[in-house]
């Protein structure tokens, strides 16, 4: 059985905004502690970097509480950024943690990444079993084989429209089986952020359509 119904022709697989298209399947970021309450629609909830402040505990809790009783899809998007955001080593602590609550719950982890690559790599090293997907990626080319050694993804966003040689390199150097489109923050619509990974990839539309539907299915059960 499929996880898309049929009617759903793209994914988005982390936006802060809503969709009322009916061919967008769409996963909402949310932040903890704010508004931390069931939506009609998936949401994946994450303590971010920005927000990991001296509540950084009671915070996980409220997080692992909803996780256990309405199951996500993902969690996140959380991670590290040496750049903004709480006191560093408080930001590997939660990030830990969240990567154990994804091991336990058996969903991938959306990570947010600013100058700390090594540390995520680390952490994907010790907790191999637990897929990550680096969310709104850029990076350069060794930097994804590097990725891809450990087996992780990738959701690109509205970046991917920029017309800079080295993304150019970076968006063929990731396999199709690896990757995801998203809209982040951006206004950007995700049609557009397939058109122009279609374009560079020199593929159909409905190919990467496929593609990443059947990326995100697999993700979502294989973690
Ligand atoms: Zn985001």
């Known amino acids: ?11 988005d ?5 809503r969709t009322h298209d009916k061919e967008v399947f769409f996963i909402r970021n949310g932040y903890i502690p704010k508004h931390v309450t069931p939506k009609p629609y998936p949401v994946s909830y994450g303590l971010h970097p ?9 915070n996980l ?3 692992e509480t909803y996780v256990e009783t309405h199951r996500p899809l993902l969690i996140g998007e959380c991670g590290l950024d040496r750049l903004r955001g709480g006191d560093f080593k408080q930001q590997q602590e939660a990030f830990e943690q969240q990567i154990q609550l994804a091991q336990k719950f058996q969903v991938p982890v959306v990570i947010h990444q600013v100058r700390a690559f090594e540390e995520i790599l680390h952490f994907k090293k010790k907790y191999p079993a ?9 990076g350069s080319v060794e930097k994804v084989k590097r990725c891809l050694d450990h087996h992780i993804s990738f ?5 991917v429209l920029s017309h800079s040689p080295s993304l150019h390199d970076m968006i063929a ?3 199709l089986s690896r990757l995801l489109l998203e809209t982040d923050t951006s206004s950007v619509s995700i049609q557009e952020i397939y058109a122009a990974v279609a374009e560079q990839r020199k593929m159909k539309i409905v190919e990467l359509q496929t593609q990443t539907l059947r990326n995100f299915e697999q993700f979502i059960s294989h973690v």
């Open 1 to 11: 059985m499929n996880f898309f119904e049929d009617s759903i022709l793209w994914l």
């Open 13 to 17: 697989a982390h936006t802060h905004r």
């Open 50 to 58: 920005w927000f990991v402040d001296a509540e950084w505990k009671t």
């Open 61 to 63: 809790e409220m997080l």
């Open 130 to 138: 637990t897929h990550f997907i680096l969310h709104g990626f850029r």
């Open 155 to 159: 959701s690109l966003g509205a970046s």
């Open 173 to 175: 150097a990731i396999p």
